[in-house]
Nanobody, 114 residues
Framework: VQLVESGGGMVQPGGSLRLSCGASGFTFSNSDMSWIRQAPGKGPEWVSGINTDGGRTLYADSVKGRLTISRDNAKNTLYLQMNVLKLEDTALYYC????????WGQGTQVTVSS
């Protein structure tokens, strides 16, 4: 199983980013997927999840209405569109397999700073 995140960076409050996660080594279209983040000095926080065909999505209350998870099974890719970013969204963002993830990627850093 390999999960490779990209798209992180530094952005001002109110800005947007789109994270991507390329998946390989397993049947992506058969796997529910999640995004998890870890802020400096804090434990991991589940952010969002999506079922195999994208018909069901769930979000943590802290990101609801600002972040959108999606997937393209033809491209084996998971996405996280992040809008109206806040300072507290600063974290390392991980792509993970499953609602209760068993494999994680290496993460991509998102820094929200003025």
């Amino acid at each position: 199983v390999q999960l490779v995140e990209s798209g992180g960076g530094m952005v001002q409050p109110g800005g947007s980013l789109r994270l991507s996660c390329g998946a390989s080594g397993f049947t992506f279209s058969n796997s529910d997927m999640s995004w998890i983040r870890q802020a400096p000095g804090k434990g991991p926080e589940w952010v969002s999840g999506i079922n195999t065909d994208g018909g069901r999505t769930l979000y943590a209350d802290s990101v609801k209405g600002r972040l959108t998870i999606s997937r393209d099974n033809a491209k084996n890719t998971l996405y996280l569109q992040m809008n109206v970013l806040k300072l507290e969204d600063t974290a390392l963002y991980y792509c993970a397999r499953g609602w209760t993830p068993d494999y994680w990627g290496q993460g991509t850093q998102v820094t929200v700073s003025s």
